[in-house]
């Protein structure tokens, strides 16, 4: 199958999937969100037994595109739950993902982007990687990846990067747990292929049956939280705040919130 805004290649037992927009920082448009969803069921359903997501150029994923953004405003609320149940089962079809996922960070991951990056099984970064969940500052919800967030960290934790909006980089991502490995820029790739062997090596009907237990073991919970993830961020498209964030960003200017 071919692809407008990712590349697929297959290497050996291992599918490596790059967001591949470097002019745009591999910024996600609704293109790019169901070709990743299409990429990864392909994968679950495929001979693969790992997957690595990574980006080209120099950052892995700045988010949400400035287009997206713009046509944001002008959309309806049932376009508005299109968008949301769009991205909501990108992060879904990742997290229940039956094949090992591994995330090679090797720079800015940032709102969505820091959601496809720790939603994965592992997640290897380099030090100077930047991650952050953004949203409060343009007037929008963290919504669909804060279920994520709390599972992996914990309520409190949460709290604060979802409030704050503030960036961290991987070496205090790493302290939280959303990082499992940190490793210098000329060593990423040699420690992801190494983490993907390993991983290859175990038992394919084991890794499926582990992930499937894993992910049925919090389902009940998540989707309660998804459910209501999903009206918070259809909600929060249409409020005041959301336009004044959205158009301060794109004029480059303080918000001036309702």
Not at 238 to 245: R, W
């Amino acid at each position: 199958m071919s692809y407008t805004t990712i590349i697929v290649e297959e290497q050996g037992w291992v599918r490596k999937i790059r967001l591949n927009r470097p002019e745009r920082r591999n910024a996600m448009t609704p293109l790019m969100q169901s070709e990743l969803t299409t990429a990864l069921e392909d994968a679950g359903a495929g001979s693969c037994r790992v997957v690595i997501l990574e980006g080209a150029g120099d950052a892995f994923c700045s988010g949400l595109d400035l287009s997206a953004l713009q046509a944001a405003k002008d959309k309806s609320a049932i376009e508005h739950r299109e968008d949301a149940d769009r991205i909501s089962r990108l992060f879904r079809t990742l997290y229940e993902l039956p094949k090992a996922t591994i995330a090679a960070v090797h720079g800015a991951a940032i709102a969505g982007g820091t959601g496809l990056a720790t939603i994965c099984d592992f997640t290897l970064a380099v030090p100077e990687a930047k991650f952050g969940y953004t949203e409060v500052r343009i007037g929008f919800v963290p919504a669909l990846v804060s279920a994520y967030l709390v599972l992996q960290i914990g309520e409190k934790r949460a709290r604060d990067l979802l409030l704050t909006g503030r960036l961290f980089d991987a070496v205090e991502g790493y302290r939280l747990g959303l990082i499992t490995e940190l490793a210098a820029p000329q060593e990423l790739s040699a420690r992801v292929q190494a983490l993907a062997q390993t991983l290859c090596a175990n038992s394919p009907a084991s890794v499926r049956a582990t992930k499937k237990l894993l992910a049925a073991q919090s389902r009940a919970w998540l989707d309660a939280a998804i459910a209501s993830s999903l009206e918070a961020n259809a909600a929060a498209r249409e409020t005041a705040d959301f336009h004044e964030g959205v158009a301060s960003f794109l004029e480059k200017r303080k918000p001036t919130w309702s």
